[in-house]
């Protein structure tokens, strides 16, 4: 009886939980859906470069209402409200807070440009930080005025790549992995099989850090008006833990100054009392548009991993940004068959994934290009199974500082051998067939012979010739001209471009242009798709799917808990627990 009691009460309690959630959900997505801000004169566009900066805005709804969300901002609400506030005449000014900035510097570039556009208008920015990164003073260094906290961090020191090892630690845990791969540098699973880099692995890392150095410094060099050989010599003295005056001294930062001082400093550049508005605000401020355009110019963002739509179901409220077959080859169709729809840009930020998944949406993007223009916007990284959905395009549009090509792919599997002997665990069984066995456990319980391992490495093989394929036809090169800049190696967008697996420099708005020049039209409006759900949408969803389970699984229980649910669930493992039939890109 008491056992019966105590299980009602908690019932009882999750139900209030869900429904108590539910409830949450509906005002906050009332909340979010009403109210339009209403402008003033002399308004300052307030721009927090702090946190995470996603292609669009993300939050995780679940965490949300149990702790510990991240919230995320949009790239493409960000270039709305600057583009706002350059046109607006209420608008006099940009103030730019920094703090630490989690994006590529692919999604960093376009942000300063546009605010390098919005100067045109003859309008200031103000840049203030407690203390600055390197990423975020790329985007602060336009401003007409630097200034930092007196006790303030001034972070320039270079980049680096660095890699953790575990081989020495899955050692003494008995576990061995073994790898079945096509390309020197595909170097993903180094980290469970060597103690160090490869060459190759050095190579590629080396041209891609000193790439993006050299691109970072020039912007700083233009803007500062500080030379890059000057910007190394303070990067080599690690400038971080040196006093702020010298960033003063050095020309890096205009003045040392507290957050009210700025805020007077503006009030006194504005000639009298300001408004500060924030993003959110000034995107909330309907757009003037004398009549509605006829045809459309689809955007289809593709941000994540590219998993099977299993994992969506399973992960729940938790599955973030994922890139998934089911759902994107739907939506290139629906593109393909809306006679509106004259062209489509399709922005891809991810770093691959699963092979069969990326083939799927490939097939799509295929069909899609038979109807309409198709072109790539390549954001932070568009590499491995991201390059491979976007080899089919009619055109490839990339940031200088992308990270992509990647071609190539791997298997790594765990073998449990010596770990089951110490722990004094043994396996026999009968066979029926010669490898009747193979592959049986999942953490492998004994040797491979040397077919079983050419047997897994032709089927590596078989799936990187496809991919080779993909990118032939798909930039009308040789197999031969893949293999050369294939092998697993990373380029940046300057190197792709140069190596012929990208067509343009340039950002979202750039791929836009191109998509109209392409459909030959001039009148038209730009529509972004997937279409964002509500908070209370995406929760009675969940209510319906059970993929609340997850989400509690993983509030309660913790991380490690939740992923060993979503892989016994969902079958699709991360890089390094790969099943020896699912092959990453």
């Not at 029926?432 to 004994?446: E, I, M, P, Q, Y």
């Not at 078989?462 to 040789?478: L, P």
């Amino acid at each position: 009886m008491l056992f019966a009691s105590c299980l009602g009460v908690f019932i009882a309690m999750f139900l209030i939980f869900i429904i108590s959630m539910a409830m949450i959900a509906g005002m906050l997505s009332s909340i979010g859906g009403s109210g339009m801000y209403v402008l003033s004169d002399n308004t300052v566009l307030q721009i927090d470069l702090h946190g995470r900066i996603n292609d669009r805005e993300a939050q995780d709804f679940m965490p949300g209402l149990l702790g510990g969300a991240e919230k995320t901002a949009g790239l493409d609400d960000i270039l709305r409200a600057i583009k706002t506030a350059k046109e607006n005449d209420k608008i006099i000014g940009i103030y730019l807070k920094s703090g630490e900035i989690i994006a590529g510097h692919a999604t960093l570039e376009p942000i300063r440009k546009a605010l390098i556009d919005f100067k045109k208008s003859g309008k200031f920015i103000v840049a203030y930080g407690d203390y600055f990164t390197q990423r975020a003073y790329y985007i602060s260094s336009v401003a007409d005025r630097v200034i930092m906290n007196p006790v303030g961090m001034f972070m320039l020191h270079g980049m680096s790549a660095t890699r953790q090892f575990n081989k020495g630690l899955f050692d003494k845990l008995g576990i061995e992995f073994e790898v079945f791969k096509v390309g020197d540098f595909k170097d993903a699973a180094e980290p469970f099989t060597e103690t160090r880099m490869s060459d190759a692995s050095r190579e590629h890392l080396t041209a891609y850090v000193n790439c993006l150095w050299s691109h970072l410094l020039a912007g700083i060099s233009e803007s500062r008006g500080i030379s890059v050989e000057q910007l190394n010599l303070y990067a080599d003295e690690f400038m971080t833990f040196s006093a702020p005056g010298k960033s003063v001294m050095r020309g890096l930062v205009d003045t040392l100054m507290y957050v009210p001082d700025v805020k007077d400093y503006i009030k006194e550049r504005a000639g009298g009392e300001v408004r500060f508005a924030t993003v959110a605000n000034i995107n909330s401020v309907p757009a003037r548009r004398a009549r509605p355009a006829r045809d459309k110019i689809a955007v289809l963002y593709a941000e994540g991993q590219i998993m099977p739509e299993e994992a969506r179901r399973n992960l729940g409220l938790f599955a973030g940004n994922i890139i998934t077959d089911e759902e994107y080859v739907r939506e290139l169709r629906r593109l393909r068959d809306d006679e509106s729809v004259r062209a489509v840009v399709f922005r891809i930020n991810s770093p691959g994934g699963s092979a069969i998944t990326s083939e799927q949406i490939w097939r799509a993007v295929v069909e899609l290009r038979e109807v309409k223009p198709v072109i790539v916007s390549m954001g932070d990284v568009a590499a491995s199974g991201g390059y491979y959905i976007a080899c089919a395009a009619n055109m490839i549009v990339a940031e200088p500082t992308t990270i992509t090509g990647s071609i190539g792919g791997f298997s790594l599997i765990p073998k449990g051998v010596e770990l089951y002997r110490m722990l004094g665990i043994s396996f026999d069984g009968v066979n029926t067939n010669k490898h009747s066995d193979f592959l049986s456990t999942g953490l492998v319980a004994r040797p491979f012979t040397n077919e079983e391992r050419q047997i897994l490495q032709g089927y590596v093989d078989r799936f990187m010739e496809v991919f080779y394929s993909r990118v032939a036809d798909g930039r009308s090169m040789t197999m031969e001209q893949v293999e050369a800049v294939a092998q697993g190696r990373v380029w940046t967008g300057v190197q792709a471009l140069q190596n012929g697996l990208v067509d343009r420099l340039g950002s979202l708005d750039d791929a836009i242009k191109i998509a109209a020049e392409l459909a030959e039209i001039t009148d038209y409006e730009i529509v972004s798709y997937p279409t964002v759900r509500d908070p209370f949408t995406r929760l009675m969803e969940e209510l319906m799917s059970g993929g609340v389970k997850a989400s509690l699984i993983r509030t309660f229980l913790g991380d490690d808990v939740y992923r060993q649910y979503v892989l016994s669930k969902a079958k699709v493992t991360p890089v390094c627990f790969l099943q020896a039939l699912l092959i990453e890109y």
